[in-house]
C-alpha cells in the first residue's frame, strides 16, 4: 500500500535532497492506515535509516521501539556485502523485547531500495521471535525490479514512491552537504518550492528622529518620528 507518487528534481549533483518537513509529513500519512489496517503492539526499526521514521510514528501510534541493526553496504569502501549480516539484535526475555513473541510487529524503514534487508527482517524475525503478525513500513518505496520479495501475509506500506534516484535524507545531511541548512535549501530546490513564497518580503524601513532640548533641564522635547516602509 503506498499513498501517492512523489516526483522531484534533482539537484546539480545528481542527487535529490528531502528535507526534514516533507519526511515528516510523509511518515505521518503512515499512521492512520496503520492504525485501521494492522494495530501494532510494536516497532521495530532498522538502524540506522529507520531511526527517525521510527521515532516519529511512535509519537502517533503510541507504541515502544526495539531497533536492529543490519549492514548490507560497507559505510567504509561504499560497496555493497553479498549478503545481509546481523549486527545488532534485541533482548527477547526482558523489557520491550518481551513484547515481540505473539504479538503484532511493525518494521519501519527509510527507503525500499532493492528489498533485500526488509526481506530478510522479515525472515529473521519469523523465524527467531515467531510474532503473530508482521507488517512493513517504510518513508519511501523507489520504482524500480526488487531482489527480495516480501511473504503474501506481510502488510506493506509506504509513504509514497519515487523515482530510483539517490535520496539524502536530512538526518545524513554532514555526509552529503555539510550543513543542515545547506540540504534544507537543496531540498526546496528538489521540491520545486520557490523561496520567495518561503520567506516573507522583508520590508525595508527608514526612521528619522528629531529632539529639541533648552538648557540645562529638559523643558520641551519634541520627537518627530517619520516611518517610511517601502517593499
Keep these: 500500500m503506498s499513498m501517492r507518487e512523489l516526483n522531484l528534481r534533482t539537484a546539480a549533483d545528481g542527487k535529490v535532497y528531502l528535507s526534514y518537513a516533507q519526511v515528516h509529513e510523509t511518515i505521518s500519512s ?53 549478503t545481509v549480516r546481523k549486527t545488532q539484535w534485541f533482548d527477547e526475555t526482558t523489557g520491550v523485547g518481551q513484547r515481540v513473541r505473539g504479538k503484532r510487529v511493525l518494521i519501519v ?9 526488509l526481506a530478510f527482517c522479515v525472515e529473521e524475525i519469523m523465524k527467531t521471535n515467531a510474532p503473530a503478525a508482521i507488517a512493513v513500513a517504510v518513508v519511501h518505496n523507489k520504482l524500480k525490479p526488487k531482489l527480495a520479495q516480501l511473504p503474501d501475509n506481510v502488510l506493506y506500506f509506504a509513504g509514497a514512491d519515487v523515482p530510483d534516484k539517490w535520496n539524502c535524507y536530512p538526518w545524513d545531511a554532514a555526509a552529503y552537504t555539510g550543513s543542515i541548512y545547506e540540504h534544507e535549501r537543496l531540498a526546496r530546490f528538489c521540491a520545486g518550492e520557490d523561496e520567495a513564497g518561503i520567506w516573507p518580503k522583508r520590508k525595508k524601513c527608514t526612521s528619522f528622529c528629531i529632539g529639541f532640548t533648552s538648557g540645562t533641564l529638559i523643558t520641551a ?11
Excluded at 35 to 60: E, H, M, W, Y
Excluded at 111 to 117: A, G, I, N, Q
Design 30 to 82: 503512515l499512521v492512520e492506515p496503520i492504525r485501521k489496517n494492522f494495530q501494532p503492539d510494536v516497532i521495530i526499526s532498522i538502524a540506522g535509516g529507520g531511526a527517525c521514521p521510527s521515532r516519529v510514528l511512535r509519537t502517533q501510534l503510541k507504541i515502544p521501539i526495539l531497533t536492529v541493526a543490519l549492514e548490507l553496504y560497507d559505510d567504509n569502501t561504499n560497496s555493497r556485502h553479498t
Design 109 to 117: 524503514d527509510e527507503v525500499d531500495d532493492t528489498r533485500t534487508t
Design 221 to 231: 522635547a519634541l520627537f518627530l518620528t517619520v516611518l517610511r516602509c517601502r517593499r
